[in-house]
């Protein structure tokens, strides 16, 4: 599986951005996604995630400010990314997982095998 993620870019604080990340090779449906962040110094932390039948979760940071979805037909998943603040600047990680993973370990980097390449989001105040 491969993925690619785009979308990143220049933003102000209160500002919109959407995050595109494309997979392709053996996809499928049921793979679980999630988006994680990577600000300077610090760990890559989970964003948000979606499983199989779109039920998600989300960082308690973005939680009402980002909004995470798919399109099956596209095997694209978007992070919609609103109220855009200073802290939310980092590098911008798609990734997935074969199968339907409980909410827990869908919070979990280690649970994914699949990363896309990056994008950073850099927010100014």
């Known amino acids: 599986v491969q993925l690619q993620a785009s979308g990143g870019g220049l933003a102000q604080a209160g500002d919109s951005l959407r995050l595109s990340c494309a997979a392709s090779?053996?996809?499928?449906?049921?793979?679980?996604m999630g988006w994680f962040r990577q600000a300077p110094g610090k760990d890559r932390e989970f964003v948000a995630g979606i499983r199989w039948r779109d039920s998600t979760a989300y960082a308690d940071s973005v939680k009402g400010r980002f909004t995470i979805s798919r399109e099956y037909a596209k095997n694209t998943v978007y992070l919609q990314m609103n109220s855009l603040k200073p802290e939310d600047t980092a590098v911008y990680y798609c990734a997935a997982v074969v199968g339907i993973i409980d909410m827990t370990s869908m919070t979990s980097r280690h649970s994914y095998p699949y990363w896309g390449q990056g994008t950073l989001v850099t927010v100014s105040s």
């Open positions: 090779g053996r996809t499928s449906s049921t793979y679980t």
